[in-house]
Each structure stands twice: as C-alpha cells, then as structure tokens.
C-alpha cells in the first residue's frame, strides 16, 4: 500500500474537520443542493433529482491535509462530470467559461476547487460509504469525495454548489495554515505559500487535538 508523501495510515477513518466541536448539523426534511453561479436561471438539486443521475462506485483512501490516511473506503454517488455535463453545461449564461466551482455545507464549511480538478472523473457527489447510506459524522445526505486532493477539499453536508469564472478569494489565504488552492495529495500541496514537506511537523501537531474535538461532537459519542 503506496501512501502519498508524508501521510500516514491510521485504524478506521476518524470524523474530523474545522467544525468539528459542533455536533454534526441537522438535517432538513427534504434535503437539496442550491446551485447558483452564471446560470440562465438558479437551480436545485434534490436528493431524488439526484438519485435519478447515473451512478458510480469508487474505492479510494482518504487524506487529511494534517497527515492522516484513512485507507480503502468504499464510496458511492454520482460522478461531478456528470452531473456537470447533464445538469450545468446545458443551463450556463451563453459564454461562461468556468473556472472553478465552490462547494458549502450545512455547517458552514466550504471549499474551492478547479473546474479542472472537479471534473476528474474520481470525484463524486458521495452518498454512501461502505455500503451505507453517509452517515451524519461522514457527511450526511451528500458530500464531495476528491481523493486525488486534501480532506479539507471534501465538503460534507452539501448545501450549496456555486460556479465561477475567475477564482473567488479563499477565506483562510491570510491565516497562518493557508491551505493550497489545488491541494493535490501527490503533489503534497498542502500549504499555499509553504512547501508541504516543511509544514509536516507542524499539521501532524494538530492531529491530536483536533481528533479529541471533532469525536466530541461526534453524533456516537455526543448524544
Ligand atoms: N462540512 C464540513 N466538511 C468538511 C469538514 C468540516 O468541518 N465541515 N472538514 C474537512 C476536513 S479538514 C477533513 S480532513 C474531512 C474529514 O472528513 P470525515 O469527518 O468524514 O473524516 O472533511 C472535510 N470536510
Ligand atoms: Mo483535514
């Protein structure tokens, strides 16, 4: 088993995340994903438009840009292609050339990424795991799986998908552990302006912490 560089393989796959002191956010009775962004008009996407899209299945392992793998999981939903190529391409203003693609979730995490990188043809609108419906400390009703790129790339609890023409500004570029804008495992983009060798040791410090905060507001352990 070939990991990228400077990840290692842990028991299981842990919830984690920057929202994580909360329990995971509740959800709506009749769950959709508004999608907005150079559209001829707004639309939505409902978990049974979405179950009508054709479907994929992926094994793949799981990075978090702290350094942790969790390995061989078994994810299903629909392919971005293709929900791209069916639901978006045929409703863009005439013109628009996107660029990248925002993502949000019910808790308000988001994050950005390429068209380019949304479009490889691992990344899905995951709705499953291992067999199971998502459950609420994995991401509960759909969320983004990219394993080509960073944890943090992987939204759950999507409650918003946005497209742009031109990068729109990352949140965190200021802050101290500003995350890279393709966040590529292989490539070990990890920080935007650090080389992510060097920012090893620090990131693997946050493991810990982190892990004892996001299973407190685990839906197991919390509740
Ligand atoms: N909505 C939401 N998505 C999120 C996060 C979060 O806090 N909220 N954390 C991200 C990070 S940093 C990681 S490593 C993965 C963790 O996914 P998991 O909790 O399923 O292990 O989710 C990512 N997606
Ligand atoms: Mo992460």
């Known amino acids: 088993m070939t990991l990228p560089p400077g990840q290692r393989a842990v028991e299981g796959f842990p919830r984690f995340g920057t929202h994580l002191h909360h329990p995971p956010p509740a959800i709506p009775a009749d769950p959709a994903i508004a999608i907005s962004g150079h559209l001829t008009?707004?639309?939505?996407?409902?978990?049974?438009?979405?179950?009508?899209?054709?479907r994929r299945e992926i094994r793949a392992d799981f990075h978090c840009v702290a350094g942790w793998s969790a390995t061989n999981l078994r994810w299903e939903g629909v392919p971005f292609a293709t929900f791209y190529r069916t639901r978006i391409e045929p409703a863009l203003e005439p013109g628009a050339a996107i660029s990248h693609v925002s993502f949000e979730g019910l808790d308000g995490f988001g994050s950005i990424v390429?068209?380019?990188?949304?479009?490889?043809?691992?990344?899905?609108?995951?709705?499953?795991?291992?067999?199971?419906?998502?459950?609420?400390?994995?991401?509960?009703?759909?969320?983004?799986?990219?394993?080509?790129?960073?944890?943090?790339?992987?939204?759950?609890?999507?409650?918003?998908?946005?497209f742009h023409t031109v990068a729109p500004p990352s949140p965190d570029r200021f802050s101290l552990i500003a995350s890279h804008a393709r966040a590529r495992v292989w490539a070990e983009e990890r920080h935007r302006y650090l080389p992510g060798r060097a920012v090893r040791p620090l990131y693997r410090s946050l493991i810990g912490p982190i892990r004892a905060l996001s299973a407190r507001g685990s839906r197991v352990r919390g509740r």
């Open 41 to 54: 008009e707004p639309l939505t996407l409902s978990l049974p438009d979405l179950a009508r899209l054709p």
């Open 114 to 162: 390429t068209l380019e990188d949304a479009l490889a043809d691992d990344v899905l609108l995951a709705d499953r795991l291992d067999g199971r419906p998502l459950d609420s400390d994995h991401g509960a009703p759909v969320r983004l799986v990219s394993p080509g790129q960073y944890g943090f790339i992987n939204t759950k609890h999507l409650c918003r998908i946005e």
